[in-house]
């Protein structure tokens, strides 16, 4: 049904519209009427039409002016003028407006119905688009808090690769490239500082997950919050700097005493939430840590990392981000990145140095002890003892400005070439395997989760090493060797289709020929025939 709402003081008019509506569209429409301007205003508010016929000179307030109240609060109208006055202003005001037409006084019966049928299919298009969106609204109900969880889970556990952090910022909506972490603690009391009854607040924090949960997202809007993890809800917020403003940390501490304060209060449970510092976003694991330490250091129920000194503090000049970026590539075997950040880091040691020669001595050794053990611990090479010797006399002799930085660089290559080296290596072998087990097992049955369990590796590392190493997904590549292989077959005599399918290791006829058409474009059958 439509609500169809006519205006004009005009009783003849009135009375046209509603004869030729309810003889056009009878039973689809509801109408009601009004003579003056303020009439139709209080009537639209009252009646909310889909669509309104609208004279532009009544008593009072006119057409245009009623046009612009009702569009206030009511949009989505559909408004028809119908007037008298054929004048250029009016028409001008009524496209601005967005009316849907202007007809003429006086009209045809056409014309009326051309209109509320553009108007009726106007609105149809509403609804569906209405009723569209609260479709994917509702999927989005289902799919979004799955995709919080698994963006929390990956930067906590580290559990991903740059393009998969990348994916969840787009699908996220997150536009920084930084962030901190919220660690929201529960228990059924606070002493001292820790929480009572973990257990119990766990089984009680799942069945009250969700009205928590929104209660935490109301306080900080910008936040992507993470199932619980036992009595923890971790909450990641995102962050335009790599430093958090003094103003915005004491507001969001006070934030979040309002929020211990509601949820203490509506709640049969007490919670705590310990703030970590900003950092890159693939180092919120190192915020989360210093969120959950600074509730440790304090008996507070709310706790910043950078107010409890759980975080080492650095000089104001000093070069953190750069640090940072140096050993997160030696970690990752990224050769080129950490030579740059290496070399970019050896010119700050010696403007900073004041000359003092042994201050930078000690750094470079400093650092390249821990890019070798990072590498270390990337690459599961053996470590061997002496490996080191004559390292303090090399750092002692060599020539400040040249041979010193030489060597940290070449210190760092290596560390990182390791790293990168022994991911190869791993890789290449685990493709070749896998490889030699395609050609061996093609014409049978064979998975990924199969192939998977042969390598050794999990389904996902495997899917996601092979579309790097090789350039097409798993699939894809077994089903091209299948298809090379019957193309073989096919130009060879003694071979039928059925056979050849049976071959390379399908069952089905039907599916090979059409798998086959479709990366060769003609059918097995004539492609024996030679028509190709």
């Not at 245009?64 to 250029?88: H, L, M, R, V, W």
């Not at 500082?193 to 924090?205: E, I």
């Amino acid at each position: 049904m439509y609500k169809i709402m006519i205006a004009d003081d005009e009783g003849i008019t009135v009375d046209a519209l509603k004869f030729i509506i309810n003889k056009n569209f009878s039973g689809e429409c509801i109408i009601e009427s009004a003579k003056t301007g303020r009439e139709v205003i209080l009537l639209a508010e009252t009646f909310r039409p889909d669509i309104a016929f609208m004279d532009i000179h009544m008593p009072g307030i006119n057409g245009i002016d009623a046009i612009k109240e009702i569009k206030k609060t009511q949009p989505g109208i559909q408004f028809i003028i119908i007037s008298a006055y054929d004048k250029f202003s009016y028409a001008k005001t009524a496209i601005e407006l967005g009316v849907s037409k202007y007809i003429n006084k006086p009209f045809e019966q056409s014309q009326i119905i051309e209109a509320l049928s553009d108007a009726i299919k106007q609105i149809e298009n509403l609804r569906r688009k209405r009723d569209e969106d609260l479709l994917i609204r509702e999927k989005l109900e289902t799919v979004v808090p799955i995709i919080q969880n698994g963006f929390i889970h990956d930067i906590l556990f580290k559990e991903h690769f740059d393009e998969d952090i990348n994916n969840f910022k787009r699908l996220l909506g997150i536009e920084y490239d930084y962030g901190f972490m919220l660690a929201c603690v529960f228990g059924e009391s606070q002493e001292g500082n820790h929480m009572t009854n973990a257990s119990g607040a766990t089984v009680y924090l799942q069945n009250n997950y969700k009205e928590i949960k929104s209660y935490i997202e109301n306080s900080f809007p910008d936040s992507i919050v993470s199932d619980c993890m036992a009595n923890k809800i971790p909450v990641f917020i995102p962050y335009r700097d790599s430093v958090l403003d003094y103003s915005i940390r004491s507001d969001i501490v006070n934030t979040a005493l309002n929020l211990v304060y509601t949820i203490n209060q509506k709640f049969e449970i007490c919670i705590r939430i310990g703030f970590g510092c900003v950092y890159s976003i693939d180092n919120m694991a190192e915020s989360y840590k210093e969120a959950l330490n600074s509730l440790v250091q304090s008996t507070r129920s709310v706790a910043h990392a950078e107010d409890v000194a759980v975080n080492v503090e650095y000089e104001s000049n000093y070069p953190i981000e750069l640090e940072r970026e140096l050993f997160k590539n030696v970690k990752q075997g990224n050769v080129d990145e950490s030579i740059l950040y290496a070399s970019k880091f050896y010119e700050w040691l010696l403007n900073e140095s004041d000359g003092e020669e042994s201050d930078i001595r000690i750094k470079v050794i400093e650092f390249i002890l821990w890019a070798e053990h990072l590498a270390y611990e990337a690459s599961g090479r053996r470590y061997v003892f002496k490996s080191r010797t004559g390292y303090f006399d090399s750092m002692n002799n060599f020539a400040l400005h040249s041979e010193l930085k030489e060597w940290f660089i070449d210190r760092v290559r290596i560390a990182a070439g390791n790293v990168a080296n022994t991911k190869k290596d791993k890789s290449n072998s685990i493709i070749n395997k896998a490889l030699r087990y395609i050609d061996n097992n093609y014409t049978s049955d064979i998975s990924l989760d199969g192939i998977s369990k042969e390598v050794n590796v999990t389904s996902y590392y495997f899917s996601r090493l092979f579309k790097e190493e090789i350039g097409v997904n798993f699939v894809e590549y077994v089903t091209n060797l299948r298809i090379e292989r019957a193309k073989e077959l096919l130009k060879q005599d003694g071979h039928s289709v059925k056979e050849i399918c049976m071959d390379v290791g399908y069952s089905d006829p039907n599916y090979f020929s059409r798998m086959f058409k479709k990366h060769v474009g003609v059918t097995p059958s004539e492609y024996k025939e030679g028509l190709f």
